[in-house]
């Protein structure tokens, strides 16, 4: 069965403004590619009218009702953010507050949308607390039925209080480029034990 991995820009940055973020979601795609999940897309979610709220849809143009069905037609997401003030981003943010409303759209065997679906992390930042920034979007993401799989993160941070960006490297660190193969490589493993034996609905 073919499977598919949607990824998830969630910089500050609009429009075609060259991002460090999407560069490193778009090598995990490329990297899922290799193990065949094909790519389903990047969302770049500064560029969406996604309105705050907790609910599946806020009406009155809300855009997030296309952005989460194409989160739930993919098998893999890959939930990119750049690092703010030590904390994901304030897109990131409001991804996760509108993922919510999963807790309330249970099946009728208690399983949540997003179960059986696998998330990785891309961060990247000119300061520390990647780990601290992927803690945050595993802790929403698995709330909310997504299965992260093990080393399901790839980042980069350059030095504190410098201007170098992750885009402008000359070439990819070794360290980031084995972290994303080992994510790609996981999170490929385990969309295909997801879909051959999918979680068991709740007695």
């Known amino acids: 069965m073919a499977l598919t991995a949607l990824g998830l820009n969630c910089t500050l940055k609009p429009g075609s403004a060259r991002s460090s973020t999407e560069l490193l979601v778009r090598q995990v795609l490329d990297a899922l ?8 897309g990047l969302v770049r979610v500064v ?11 806020e009406g009155g143009g809300d855009e997030w009702p296309t952005v989460r069905r194409r989160i739930l037609d993919a098998d893999v997401l890959v ?9 994901p981003a304030s897109t990131a ?16 065997g208690g399983r949540l949308p997003a179960t059986g679906k696998v998330a ?8 520390d607390g990647a780990h601290h920034v992927g803690a945050e979007l595993f802790q929403g993401l698995n709330d909310v039925g997504f299965t992260v ?3 399901g993160m790839t980042y980069w941070v350059g030095e504190a209080m410098q201007r170098t960006d992750y ?5 990819t660190p070794q360290k980031t480029r084995a972290a994303t193969a080992m994510a790609a490589t996981n999170a490929a ?11 068991p609905p709740l007695d």
């Open 33 to 40: 590619a290799e193990h065949g999940v094909e790519p389903a």
């Open 93 to 108: 943010q409001r991804v996760l507050e509108r993922l919510d409303a999963f807790l309330g759209e249970a099946d009728d």
């Open 120 to 127: 990785v992390a891309a961060v990247v930042g000119n300061e």
């Open 79 to 87: 939930f990119g953010t750049p690092i703010w003030l030590g904390h």
């Open 167 to 171: 885009r402008d490297l000359p070439d």
């Open 189 to 199: 493993h385990l969309a295909r034990v997801l879909a051959d034996a999918p979680y």
């Open 47 to 57: 560029d969406q009218d996604i309105r705050p709220g907790v609910s599946s849809d």
């Open 149 to 151: 799989p093990a080393n």
